[in-house]
């Protein structure tokens, strides 16, 4: 099979082949339930680096023992509004499904919530947890650490993750304002998907082990990313450590590990917060002005050679529309990549 043949395949069918190989690696049926959603969602927004492709990286981990599939995690209370959460090393989705959900209750009461989360992994698309605070009329907000693969501002060694950040922000008509981004130049999952289907990157977005700017996807990987913004991305990523890592007193630098180092436990942190809009104001005169605010940006003039202005979030919608409909694309690496991990566990694929 060609890297270049591509398939479509209907989310329900993702779905199900991620949810039959996570029972089968041993994880719980409704743990299992929330990673495969959670894989599926990113590929139907278009996010395909933080799809259905990571799962054989996660099968692995669970098959070296390297992700706890037992047991829950342990919440403690510092404040009525903060919590810390030990994720006990489980699946990053597990956890950061839990730290939402906690951190929704406790601004249903307070007003706000926030958890500070150690000992978690990998947490795939940070949208799909951010976005479930939209359903409470809330705000949420996701931050996480990550390997250290960006340099300082003017550096060319790897000492920041790529550290993403999601924020929800409901609205009436128009579709939630939903920012999720890493504070590289562009996520590593999109350089590693690069590498995998033999595509180059654009320059200005990694250096090589030299710290020469560098197209090859390959070199990337084994350099360090780009900060987006210059020394504005450089201090973004710089805080997203300060209020992960070193908040809840977890891993920091060479102490947090990629998800494809199996030398040890991830050793991810996150920091997440729900912010119940009703506590600051009446939720309908917030959704209104949202509205007026998201139109007058559609409406703004245009810069030469634009069609249409996007808000953020809604390249994902217009991509999960179209996907729901025509079904998800596969390239014919990452068919043959799950394929030899459905087979390890004779499951039916392609």
Do not use: C
């Not at 890493?182 to 033999?198: D, L």
């Not at 002005?289 to 559609?298: A, G, P, Q, V």
């Amino acid at each position: 099979m060609q890297d270049s043949d591509v398939k479509h395949f209907e989310h329900e069918e993702l779905r199900d082949l991620s949810y039959q190989v996570l029972i089968k690696a041993g994880v719980d049926e409704k743990e299992a339930e929330i990673i495969s959603d959670s894989l599926i969602k990113a590929n139907l927004r278009g996010v395909d680096s933080h799809g259905i492709m990571r799962l054989p990286g996660y099968i692995e981990r669970a098959r070296e023992g390297l992700i706890n599939l037992k047991g829950s995690v342990e919440l403690n209370s510092r404040e009525s509004t903060v919590f810390i959460m030990d994720g006990k090393n489980k699946f990053g989705q597990i956890v950061t499904y839990e730290a939402i959900n906690k951190a929704i209750n406790v601004a249903d009461d307070n007003g706000i919530g926030i958890v500070g989360v150690k000992n978690s992994n990998h947490l795939g698309m940070g949208a799909y947890f951010s976005m479930m605070a939209l359903e409470h009329d809330m705000i949420g907000f996701i931050i996480s650490n990550s390997p250290p693969t960006i340099s300082a501002w003017g550096g060319a060694e790897a000492l920041m993750g790529t550290n993403p950040l999601s924020v929800a922000i409901p609205a009436g008509e128009q579709l939630p304002v939903v920012v999720d981004m890493a504070t590289s130049m562009v996520a590593r999952g999109k350089i590693r998907w690069s590498a995998n289907n033999n595509k180059s990157i654009p320059e200005g977005w990694a250096l090589n082990k030299n710290g020469e700017p560098t197209t090859d996807p390959e070199e990337a990987l084994d350099g360090v990313l780009l900060p987006f913004g210059g020394p504005k991305g450089y201090s973004i990523a710089l805080i997203i450590s300060i209020l992960t890592g070193v908040l809840s007193g977890s891993g920091i630098g060479d102490n947090v590990k990629s998800m494809y180092d199996l030398s040890g436990p991830s050793n991810v942190s996150h920091f997440i917060g729900a912010f119940n809009i009703a506590s600051f104001r009446p939720v309908e005169q917030f959704k209104t002005d949202m509205d007026r605010l998201i139109i007058n940006i559609k409406n703004s003039k245009k810069a030469a050679g634009v069609e249409e202005i996007f808000l953020p979030g809604e390249i994902e919608f217009n991509n999960e529309k179209k996907r729901l409909a025509e079904g998800i694309p596969l390239s014919g690496a990452e068919i043959s990549k799950l394929k030899k991990t459905t087979d390890k566990y004779d499951i039916k694929f392609f």
